[in-house]
């Protein structure tokens, strides 16, 4: 079930337009009610404020996959349409007629898989975190995965899962008869050795090559290769791996017979590789040939909404039972407060290094954090880096104070009222205030088409 709405009365007739061509191929439509969740469409003639509005609560920020339909080609003609795709609107086109709703069907039929694959055991088991940002993460790895078969460079900081995603993206390739995932990690290549463990070599090619030896190219034929800290490897190595990165055809040490390999390439690198290209540190033909599709992991302090779900999903795999112990109060505000400069693997310790303190029933309390990571009597201040960077994009955007603080405010209440799964009890006492006053506030921001939570 797909709802279609329209901004502004003179897009009525091509929204009922939508809804009939749509049903006329099969699919169901029906116009949009307040009540309409799930995928959508949205008709419009230019590009507005309200538009924007409506394709960022109804997507959900990029949440639902929701598609904005101008009326004619000249309502795309400007850089206002951008704002469109920013607010969340999955794709923006104008209509046809003839092609309309197939591109529409296509185009949901495409999300639903992809949204079916994010609720899969290889994704959900492995890549964890509900936060908006991390969503769309997941959502670009799962469709470049499963419905391309192209070179994909993963960049981020250490500990931001660079492997984990590898790893998936071997997972959902579609590949028939598809074969294993070669790990190469750069950094510990000797580069007198390097040729032969790229590309293998025969018995005799060197001192001390007493049998011949397949290398990574010849393991992951068929498969996928994955090349961690792609970013060290010396530049006279990258130029020798360009032609079978490109062309798929090598020759192992001390032959003549070229060989073909066909594989899948994954590269990570926590390194900026276009910079490193601009200081010559890095081959810039090289960085096209391994970077067709660009992942970029957030860090955790960019999605500390993922912090809870993380440390639950790393205490069930400790504990023998696989069940997560329940967190005190003072040590759930404790892990949220505190700093991660090692990202998921730096939570991931820390909540092992608390897991083998606990003991006995009952929640985890603060004496199972260890000693070396308590704060100072002054605590920790929350007003980190990112507080700031938001401010300052607002100001620089022109916003004013008092928008700045309702903001603010709206963001707490919906934070607090979702970890408490919608108890509105709950979220006031987080929030300093008494529930009646937390009701009156969500009233008046709904009444003002600003939502604060379910």
Request: proline share 5%; net charge neutral; glycine share 10%.
């Amino acid at each position: 079930m797909a709802w279609v709405a329209s901004v502004g009365r003179p897009t009525h007739a091509l929204r009922d337009e939508i809804v009939a061509a749509l049903r006329a191929h099969g699919l169901r439509a029906e116009r949009s009610t307040t009540t309409s969740h799930g995928p959508g469409i949205v008709a419009f003639d230019e590009v507005t404020p309200e538009l924007c509005r409506l394709v960022r609560e109804r997507s959900g920020r990029g949440l639902e996959c929701l598609i904005a339909v101008a009326s004619s080609p000249g309502a795309l003609g400007d850089d206002a349409v951008w704002q469109v795709l920013d607010a969340g609107a999955a794709d923006a086109f104008a209509w046809d007629p003839e092609t309309g709703p197939n591109a529409v069907a296509e185009r949901l039929d495409r999300r639903r898989r992809i949204d079916a694959l994010m609720q899969s055991p290889e994704v959900r088991e492995e890549l964890v975190g509900e936060s908006p940002g991390w969503r769309a993460v997941l959502r670009q790895v799962v469709e470049i995965a499963r419905f391309t078969d192209a070179p994909v460079l993963v960049t981020g900081e250490s500990g931001t899962g660079k492997e984990l995603i590898a790893r998936v993206i071997h997972d959902l390739d579609a590949r028939p008869r598809k074969r294993e995932l070669v790990v190469l990690d750069c950094t510990t290549i000797v580069p007198s050795l390097s040729g032969s463990e790229f590309f293998g070599h025969e018995r005799g090619a060197f001192t001390g090559a007493d049998t011949p030896r397949e290398g990574a190219f010849a393991l992951a034929d068929g498969g996928t290769l994955f090349l961690d800290e792609v970013g060290e490897l010396p530049l006279t190595l990258q130029a020798e791996l360009l032609r079978v990165v490109q062309e798929g055809t090598y020759k192992r040490v001390g032959s003549n017979t070229w060989r073909e390999t066909r594989f899948r390439l994954v590269c990570a690198t926590n390194k900026d590789l276009l910079a490193e290209a601009a200081a010559e540190r890095f081959r810039r033909d090289f960085y096209y040939r391994i970077a067709a599709w660009r992942i970029d992991l957030p860090t955790l302090r960019e999605r500390r909404d993922d912090v809870v779900p993380l440390t639950k999903f790393f205490l069930r795999r400790l504990r023998p039972n696989g069940e997560a112990c329940e967190l005190d109060g003072p040590v759930l505000d404790f892990l949220l407060r505190r700093d991660y400069p090692g990202n998921v693997r730096d939570l991931r310790h820390l909540v092992t290094r608390m897991s083998h303190r606990h003991v006995g029933p009952g929640p985890m309390t603060l004496g199972d954090i260890p000693e070396d990571e308590r704060p100072h009597a002054g605590g920790v201040d929350w007003r980190d880096d990112g507080f700031e960077r938001s401010i300052r994009t607002a100001l620089m955007l022109g916003t004013g104070l008092k928008e700045i603080t309702s903001a603010a405010a709206e963001t707490a209440i919906r934070i607090a009222i979702g970890e408490e799964g919608g108890n509105l009890q709950r979220a006031s006492s987080r929030l300093g205030v008494t529930a009646r006053a937390l009701q009156l506030r969500r009233a008046a921001a709904q009444r003002d088409g600003h939502p604060t939570g379910n």
